[in-house]
């Protein structure tokens, strides 16, 4: 896809004298607009070959994400519960700091300590989630509503997976970042009667990445529940941190009435989603989780990413018809500057 940009970048390098005269250069690129348009056609061009190249070859359109996930077996047993903090409390509330923790208030906790482990080292699966070729297509307004309720349903049943283990477990470490302005599921029960209709409950059925996923929450919650911490960080402050744009995207994108289908990305109880995250962090910081145990559930925060990749990767179909849809997009755009 970069091809044109080096051959307009080479033609340029040759200078003025390598171009011919003025008579014979006026009929190739008579102003602007007809350089885009010829640097337009050739992306064209470059698109529709690439996009037979993967219809041709199946095998050139696998990526990485398609290969086996790594195996689910805790490779050590996690250290023994211990006296984390406080348990599930309302957001605001007094935190009770962990005894080992040190006492110092960081301006910005996520500059230090396991917050700082978390997001550095899920960083590269964060790109790569967001960079997918359903979200990069959502955020410029190539969706439909089919897939967006499916990927509700999606959301819903790992949802319903996610809070019944955090109800069922008794790991303080969990308890202690379970907040209760977090939770989704009220929120996408409303969602679902929203587009799937009044019999969802009975009519719908998760879809093989979704089940894949929900399988693996039951597993930590029955065989290493600290693990389910990756859980609650990796989906419940993305929501937070992405809701309000994923909201209004899909309320213009899909011409949503009135704002309806879109519950689960508000949270009311939660009035400056900003403090709210820094808080969480904080309180992540002073439960004094061993660095051995971060490095643990940084491995399954990753893990979880991958889930949520593979529920893209459904919802996107062919895998060149999406790449066409977003190349096509692109090649428009030259002409609206």
Same mark, same amino acid.
């Not at 390598?18 to 056609?41: F, K």
């Not at 041709?56 to 990485?64: C, E, F, L």
């Not at 994400?65 to 996690?78: D, G, K, W």
């Given at each position: 896809?970069?091809? #044109?940009? @080096?051959?307009?970048? +080479?033609?340029?390098?040759?200078? !003025? *004298?390598?171009?011919?005269?003025?008579? @014979?250069? &006026?009929?190739?690129?008579?102003? +602007? &607009?007809?350089?885009? %348009?010829?640097?337009? %056609?050739?992306?064209?061009? %470059?698109?529709? $070959?690439?996009?037979?190249?993967?219809?041709? =070859? #199946?095998?050139? /359109?696998?990526?990485?994400?398609?290969?086996?996930?790594? #195996?689910?077996?805790?490779?050590?047993?996690?250290? =023994?519960?211990? +006296?984390?903090?406080? #348990?599930?409390? !309302?957001?605001?509330? &007094?935190? &009770?700091?962990?005894?080992? $923790? *040190?006492?110092?208030?960081?301006?910005?906790?996520?500059?230090?300590?396991? $917050?700082? +482990? %978390?997001?550095?080292?899920?960083?590269?699966?964060?790109?790569?989630? @967001?960079? /997918?070729?359903?979200?990069?297509?959502?955020?410029k307004g190539i969706a439909n509503k089919e897939a967006f309720a499916r990927l509700v349903a999606s959301l819903y049943f790992v949802y319903v997976a996610m809070e019944e283990a955090f109800d069922t477990v008794e790991d303080p470490l969990v308890k202690s970042l379970d907040y209760p302005e977090l939770r989704r599921v009220p929120s996408l029960e409303e969602d679902m009667a929203y587009y799937w209709g009044p019999n969802w409950r009975t009519e719908v059925k998760p879809s093989a990445a979704t089940v894949k996923y929900v399988a693996r929450i039951k597993e930590v919650a029955a065989t290493a529940p600290r693990l389910l911490v990756a859980h609650q960080y990796t989906r419940y402050l993305g929501d937070l941190f992405g809701g309000q744009m994923m909201s209004g995207m899909a309320v213009r994108s899909l011409k949503l009435d009135e704002n309806k289908g879109v519950s689960f990305y508000k949270f009311k109880n939660i009035p400056r989603a900003k403090d709210f995250i820094t808080e969480w962090y904080q309180k992540l910081n002073d439960l004094g989780v061993p660095e051995a145990e971060q490095a643990e559930i940084v491995d399954e925060a990753n893990l979880v990413f991958r889930y949520n990749i593979e529920i893209f990767e459904e919802l996107e179909g062919n895998a060149a018809s999406s790449m066409f849809r977003l190349a096509w997009s692109s090649f428009l755009d030259l002409f609206k500057r």
């Open positions: 896809f970069f091809a #044109p940009l @080096e051959m307009a970048e +080479a033609f340029r390098s040759l200078g !003025p *004298d390598s171009w011919g005269s003025v008579t @014979e250069r &006026q009929p190739i690129c008579r102003d +602007a &607009q007809g350089h885009r %348009l010829g640097v337009g %056609l050739i992306a064209v061009g %470059l698109l529709l $070959a690439v996009c037979a190249l993967l219809l041709g =070859s #199946p095998s050139t /359109s696998t990526i990485a994400f398609h290969a086996p996930l790594p #195996p689910t077996v805790i490779s050590r047993p996690l250290a =023994s519960n211990r +006296a984390y903090a406080s #348990p599930v409390r !309302p957001y605001g509330a &007094q935190v &009770q700091r962990y005894a080992g $923790a *040190d006492s110092a208030v960081i301006t910005n906790p996520r500059e230090t300590g396991f $917050a700082l +482990a %978390l997001d550095d080292g899920t960083r590269k699966s964060h790109s790569m989630a @967001e960079n /997918s070729a359903f979200v990069t297509g959502f955020f």
